[in-house]
C-alpha cells in the first residue's frame, strides 16, 4: 500500500525529474504533499528505503537524498511498470485473497476455473472486466505496461526472431501497447491485435497495425506467426 501510495503520489516521477535525487523538501513540494504532513511523507519514504524502492544518502548536515534504486527505474520513463501497482492493488484483486482458505478447502475445480478471483466474485478477471469499465481499465494497463517493457526487452536482444515475417496476429494483445513496439521496430510486418470486444473498443489502428474484435477460442485471423503472451497467476486467476 506504501508502493501504491508512492506511485499514486508521483513520488518516483519527481526524483527522476530532479535528475534522480531529491530532498524530502522537494519531493513533498512537487507532489503537492500538505506541509503539516511532510514528517507522514518521510516515514512512507523511509519505509520504502527499507525494502529497496529508494536509497538515501546524506549530504550536508542533516539533508537526507532519497534516490532512485534500480528496482524502482523500472516505475519511471517512457515505458515503465507503474500501471501494474493500482491493479495488483485493486479492491477486487486484493478482496480475492480473503477467500484463501476456502479455496484450500474446496473440491478442485476443472481447470482454467476455481480460481480465487472467481470464488470470491463468482466470474473470471475477464469477465469482471466487461462489466465493470474501472477493473478494465487497470486490468489492460497492467497488463499494456507489462507487454511493451517485455517485448522492448526481447526486441532488443532476440529481435531476429521476427526478421523474414510478412504479418502477425498477437492474440489477446489488449489495447496492442506491446505490438505497437514491434510494428514501429520492424514496419515491413502487419501487426494485428486481437481480443474481446469490450477491450478493443473503438480503436482501429493505423498503418501496419490493425485490430480485431473477436474471440481466440473461436478463431484467429491467418497470419505468419501468432503471438500468445501466456501468464500463469497461481490460485488468483488461472
Given at each position: 500500500m506504501s508502493l501504491k501510495c508512492a506511485v499514486d503520489l508521483g513520488i518516483p516521477d519527481a526524483i527522476h525529474r530532479r535528475g534522480g535525487r531529491a530532498t524530502i523538501d522537494d519531493i513533498a513540494t512537487d507532489t503537492n504533499v500538505h506541509p503539516a504532513k511532510v514528517a507522514d511523507l518521510q516515514r512512507l519514504l523511509d519505509l520504502l528505503a527499507d525494502t529497496g524502492i529508494f536509497s538515501t544518502s546524506t549530504a550536508g548536515e542533516d539533508?537526507?537524498?532519497?534516490?532512485?534504486?534500480?528496482?524502482?527505474?523500472?516505475?519511471?520513463?517512457?515505458?515503465?511498470?507503474?500501471?501494474?501497482?493500482?491493479?495488483?492493488?485493486?479492491?477486487?484483486?486484493?478482496?480475492?485473497?480473503?477467500?484463501?482458505?476456502?479455496?484450500?478447502?474446496?473440491?478442485?475445480?476443472?481447470?482454467?476455473?476455481?480460481?480465487?478471483?472467481?470464488?470470491?466474485?463468482?466470474?473470471?478477471?475477464?469477465?469482471?472486466?466487461?462489466?465493470?469499465?474501472?477493473?478494465?481499465?487497470?486490468?489492460?494497463?497492467?497488463?499494456?505496461?507489462?507487454?511493451?517493457?517485455?517485448?522492448?526487452?526481447?526486441?532488443?536482444?532476440?529481435?531476429?526472431?521476427?526478421?523474414?515475417?510478412?504479418?502477425?496476429?498477437?492474440?489477446?494483445?489488449?489495447?496492442?501497447?506491446?505490438?505497437?513496439?514491434?510494428?514501429?521496430?520492424?514496419?515491413?510486418?502487419?501487426?494485428?491485435v486481437m481480443d474481446l470486444p469490450h477491450v478493443i473498443g473503438q480503436d482501429a489502428g493505423h498503418e501496419n497495425l490493425h485490430f480485431v474484435a473477436g474471440d481466440m477460442f473461436e478463431s484467429i485471423p491467418s497470419a505468419d506467426a501468432v503471438v500468445l503472451k501466456a501468464h500463469k497467476h497461481l490460485l488468483l486467476e488461472e
Open positions: 539533508c537526507v537524498m532519497y534516490a532512485l534504486t534500480t528496482t524502482c527505474r523500472f516505475l519511471v520513463g517512457r515505458h515503465n511498470l507503474s500501471p501494474m501497482v493500482p491493479f495488483l492493488l485493486n479492491p477486487l484483486v486484493v478482496s480475492s485473497f480473503f477467500s484463501m482458505p476456502d479455496w484450500f478447502r474446496s473440491q478442485p475445480a476443472p481447470a482454467g476455473t476455481g480460481s480465487l478471483f472467481e470464488l470470491a466474485h463468482g466470474c473470471s478477471q475477464w469477465e469482471m472486466g466487461s462489466k465493470d469499465s474501472t477493473f478494465n481499465g487497470v486490468l489492460n494497463g497492467s497488463m499494456d505496461a507489462d507487454s511493451q517493457l517485455f517485448l522492448e526487452v526481447i526486441i532488443m536482444d532476440k529481435g531476429r526472431i521476427f526478421r523474414g515475417l510478412g504479418s502477425l496476429v498477437d492474440v489477446g494483445g489488449g489495447k496492442g501497447a506491446g505490438t505497437k513496439v514491434i510494428a514501429t521496430t520492424f514496419p515491413r510486418i502487419k501487426c494485428t
